[in-house]
């Protein structure tokens, strides 16, 4: 096996942590979990007329009804405001979302428009349902427990503090 040493600065401090065979393949293998059902899933969303990006900002909004800025999302997406933004307005052309100024605080939130909303409960589910069928419901829950923890630990290496109140 493999192994590699890298020295990594987290928080002011510096790290040493031993990369080897086993980790990237484990990398390799979620990736390409990932990418299969993200692929299954653009081909049903396709059916709605609704890409990836647009669900996920969707899946946001109608869990945190109050809204979010562009920058929250982008933090909670982890992608960057640009893109987001680009998102965003394409979303507002089509109607699913739109931008209200808050007057306590002056910043502009998005939020799912009714069409958002409609879109996002004709959402297909059909492929994550096959897919996820090949675990039992213990599996499910240990899975998304270690994913939970992975997704912990990477964003608070990210330095992506930002935490939205629906967070799974």
């Given at each position: 096996?493999?192994?590699?040493?890298?020295?990594?600065?987290?928080?002011?401090e510096?790290?040493?942590?031993?990369?080897?065979?086993?980790?990237?393949?484990?990398?390799?293998?979620f990736?390409?979990?990932?990418?299969t059902?993200?692929?299954?899933?653009?081909?049903?969303?396709?059916?709605?007329?609704m890409?990836?990006?647009?669900?996920?900002?969707?899946?946001?909004?109608?869990?945190?009804?109050?809204?979010?800025?562009q920058?929250?999302?982008?933090?909670?997406l982890a992608?960057?405001?640009?893109?987001?933004?680009?998102?965003?307005?394409k979303m507002?052309?089509?109607?699913?979302?739109?931008?209200?100024?808050?007057?306590?605080?002056?910043?502009?939130?998005?939020?799912?428009?009714?069409?958002?909303v409609?879109?996002?409960?004709?959402?297909?589910?059909q492929?994550?349902?096959?897919?996820?069928?090949?675990m039992?419901?213990?599996?499910?829950?240990?899975?998304?427990?270690?994913?939970?923890?992975?997704?912990?630990?990477?964003?608070?290496?990210?330095?992506?503090?930002?935490?939205?109140?629906?967070?799974?």
């Amino acid at each position: 096996m493999t192994e590699k040493k890298k020295a990594i600065k987290t928080g002011g401090e510096e790290k040493v942590f031993k990369i080897d065979d086993r980790t990237r393949n484990l990398f390799v293998l979620f990736d390409q979990t990932r990418d299969t059902l993200i692929h299954a899933v653009e081909l049903e969303l396709k059916q709605s007329k609704m890409n990836y990006p647009q669900a996920r900002v969707l899946f946001i909004l109608t869990r945190d009804t109050s809204g979010m800025t562009q920058v929250q999302m982008a933090k909670w997406l982890a992608r960057n405001l640009n893109s987001v933004s680009t998102l965003i307005n394409k979303m507002v052309k089509k109607g699913l979302v739109k931008k209200i100024r808050n007057k306590e605080d002056g910043k502009i939130y998005v939020v799912a428009t009714e069409k958002g909303v409609e879109y996002w409960n004709h959402v297909p589910e059909q492929a994550l349902q096959l897919a996820f069928s090949a675990m039992t419901e213990e599996e499910k829950e240990q899975l998304r427990a270690l994913l939970k923890k992975l997704r912990a630990e990477v964003r608070n290496l990210l330095g992506l503090d930002y935490k939205p109140p629906f967070m799974p």
